[in-house]
């Protein structure tokens, strides 16, 4: 069982309009409502994939069970810690004259010292039950800075292995307590070393001396110029083929699931690694976030290229 961790859950409602006039009246041509946050992204794909997943993190209110019934798949248990407060919103407009979109996060309602109190009681309940721990995204108000940090000593406690997929101050935190894998994208990456983003090579020593720091799958994803893995099987650069992408809105979340399958299943890495490729440029041919066709997928797998650099 893959546990995935999102605190920050929202409830995704993807406009798609005709096209999009500021300081006019518009009228919305279909509305999807689905579970959001990175977290629930990495459960849809890896549940996708076969996967079962069980998913923590916080829910609030009317619209955190509404959440929770938008979750349910019967490869996905929902095991939220619920709070008072409403599960916040998040509004993606989709112009379909452009295919641009224009999103809008709500901030979200703060949690308390207890709520996170309880997060944490219920993690270690559920934690012995997982092969695979994925954490993913931001977190409310009201979360330590460092929750990130306390869930991978959990973990490596526990003996299994925890994932983080973050950005900011919240991954340069991770990084220094040595989780089992960490996917920075290029801008991650830089806000690690401090310096701007300068290409495949100069990140592929980063990422070296990551996995030598003690992490020990260190990736890096490129969007369509693929990713690159740092592992004690050595280095490898992975591509896909030439798409024409639809949405790659969730594509880094898709490459997470997908190694945290290959982890759960205990496959060969470059076997998880091609896995993680396929299904993250999969999700890139669907409009909706965290979601594939098994016949892309299944494509794309014969496709993606998987090179042992060093
Ligand atoms: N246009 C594309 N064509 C093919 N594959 C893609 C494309 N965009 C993304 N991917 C695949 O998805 C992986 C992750 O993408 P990316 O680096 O954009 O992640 P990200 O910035 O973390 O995304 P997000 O945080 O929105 O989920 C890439 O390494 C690549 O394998
Ligand atoms: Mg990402």
Redesign the pocket.
């Known amino acids: 069982m893959i546990l995935t961790v999102t605190l920050n859950a929202s409830i995704d409602k993807l406009y798609l309009m005709e096209s999009i006039h500021p300081d006019t009246v518009m009228r919305v041509k279909e509305v999807h409502n689905t579970a959001g946050g990175?977290g629930l992204?990495v459960s849809k794909v890896a549940a996708l994939l076969g996967e079962p997943v069980t998913a923590m993190g916080f829910t609030g209110g009317f619209n955190g069970r509404y959440l929770e019934s938008l979750v349910a798949q019967p490869l996905v248990r929902c095991a939220f810690t619920h709070v008072a407060e409403e599960t916040r919103s998040c509004i993606n407009c989709w112009d379909l004259s452009t295919g641009k979109s224009t999103e809008y996060l709500e901030p979200g309602e703060p949690v308390s010292p207890a709520d996170v109190d309880r997060f944490f009681a219920d993690f270690d309940a559920a934690l012995p039950s997982a092969d695979v721990v994925a954490v993913s995204g931001s977190i409310p108000k009201g979360v330590p800075e460092d929750a990130y940090c306390d869930i991978i000593r959990r973990c490596r406690k526990a003996g299994i292995p925890a994932m983080i997929?973050t950005s900011g101050s919240r991954l340069v935190l991770a990084a220094r307590e040595k989780p089992f894998f960490l996917?920075?994208?290029?801008?991650?990456i830089a806000q690690l070393t401090g310096r701007a983003f300068s290409g495949a090579e100069e990140a592929a020593d980063v990422l070296l001396s990551l996995h030598e720091g003690g992490i020990p799958y260190a990736v890096l994803?490129?969007?369509?110029?693929?990713?690159l893995l740092a592992c004690d099987e050595g280095l490898f650069r992975?591509?896909?083929?030439?798409?024409t992408?639809k949405n790659?809105?969730?594509?880094?979340?898709?490459?997470?699931a997908g190694f945290a399958v290959g982890f759960a299943r205990r496959l060969p890495v470059e076997e998880t690694f091609r896995m993680?490729?396929a299904v993250?440029?999969a999700?890139?041919l669907s409009i909706f976030?965290g979601d594939f066709d098994p016949a892309d997928y299944e494509r794309l797998r014969s496709l993606?290229s998987v090179e042992r650099l060093r």
């Open positions: 990175k992204n997929d996917k920075p994208n290029e801008d991650e994803s490129m969007g369509a110029e693929g990713a992975g591509r896909p083929p030439k798409i992408p790659t809105v969730g594509c880094g979340d898709s490459m997470v993680a490729l993250s440029a999700n890139a976030t993606v």
